[in-house]
């Protein structure tokens, strides 16, 4: 095995730092500023997207409780106009159950009215009939016709007795 020679370390050693050395100083000049450019274009991008992201969540958000505000709203507005539209509902039944009862109590008293004016007729036609044959059956007894104020003195006691 060979033996290991320290004559060659030390210089070996002086151009390694040598080298080393320039090496750092060529990446500190050259590398590293175009490393920690794109690194810092990288941060702010990513800041920009997580800024953005940011934004459109609390955009999200915000659209969401608007949806869900208009939502309710429109819930609101649906059981109104439900409730609206029972009571017209409603009111229209009472309306024609009022027109209804209207119509009937008006027929009725139409009917009423001329059954007590077809109740007079016919009372009034009986009265003449009765007349006519109380004058007939006068006019038979007494065998001779009567003048106009006996026709009225006895169409007056025919009616009296009627009463």
Not at 91 to 120: F, H, I
């Amino acid at each position: 095995m060979p033996q290991f020679d320290t004559h060659f370390l030390t210089p070996l050693l002086f151009w390694s730092a040598v080298s080393f050395a320039i090496l750092l100083f060529l990446l500190k000049r050259y590398a590293f500023p175009a490393i920690t450019e794109i690194l810092d274009a990288r941060e702010r991008t990513i800041a920009e997207n997580l800024a953005k992201a940011e934004r459109a969540r609390q955009e999200a958000e915000r659209l969401l409780a608007e949806y869900q505000a208009k939502l309710k709203t429109a819930q609101h507005e649906a059981t109104a106009m439900i409730d609206q539209a029972r009571k017209q509902a409603q009111q229209v039944a009472e309306d024609n159950q009022r027109r209804v009862k209207e119509d009937t109590d008006r027929m009725l008293a139409t009917a009423r009215e001329e059954m007590a004016r077809e109740r007079v007729r016919v009372s009034k036609e009986l009265k003449d009939q009765a007349v006519e044959l109380v004058m007939a059956a006068s006019e038979r007894i007494l065998k001779r016709s009567l003048t106009d104020a006996d026709q009225k003195r006895l169409v007056k006691e025919a009616i009296d007795q009627l009463n």
